[in-house]
């Protein structure tokens, strides 16, 4: 009999990378019907074009650097996915495609591969294509089905998307209308509803922690309260809600400790209040997220706790 020898700490879960970014797609899936539901055949071209890409990307990066083949832990399924729920419905398929490439081999592969990189793919990956074509990443459409619904008093022939302003540059929208998605946006961040079940079922099977999405939303809220901006607004106005729950709890990226997190959470709520009112660029949350996944090493290192049995070092 083998008698096997390592080092502590000797932790057991039967959560595994594979279960956890299954658990990311369950949880994405109302936003992909959602998009669907709004914006049809686009929004599903977008996300296959995206996700394809990110798997074809890691696929081919790991055959040429004769890797061990990691497409069956889904993570580059999920990163794909999240660069397609990002997408406006307008923009070219070559846009995600691009995002993909970029996410997969610069931020993720090239560091190492996933656990090792330092920002979030998905979002370092929308920061470019959002700097690189402007024109297509900022231009928010009000789908038909939007319209059919009551939320612009229009009548359109012959239309699927009408180019509008976004919710944070249309003072008085209405709650219900940004809960339930009949407001221009990316095609996956704009029905909240959606997204808060995701983040339920995420809770409930402990894939993520509360500190994160609770922290940024209340800090988002109290700031702009604070500001003399309605609360609600603030909190389901453009993708604070999505990037609460599905990118700034990304497990790379963030810190270990739940008081870390905490803080982390409180940084990107102030950075996306910050950026949204005194900046010159009308929403903040791609931006924010992707600083304090800079300042996680140094939250890690700050507040390390001392491992039970480690030798204090004299000096």
Known sequence: MALHISTGPHLRSRQDTPSLMRDVLIALCPAVAASLYFYGFKALWIELIALACALLSEYVWQRLM?????????????????IGLNMPATVPLWVPAIGSVFAIIIVKQLFGGIGHNFLNPALAARAVLLTSWPSYMTKATVPLRALTLGFYEKTLEGVDTVAAATPLLMPGTDVKDLLFGNIPGAIGETCKIAILLGLIYLLIRGVVRWQIPVCMLGTVALLSWILGKDPMTAVLSGGVLFGAVFMATDYVTTPMLKVGQAIFGVGCGLLVVLIRNFGNYPEGVTYAILIMNIVTPLLDRSLNRKVYGEVKQHG
């Not at 004769?66 to 999240?82: C, E, I, N, Q, Y």
């Open 66 to 82: 004769k890797k061990p083949m990691r497409l069956g832990d889904f993570s580059a399924a999920v990163t794909g996915l999240l």
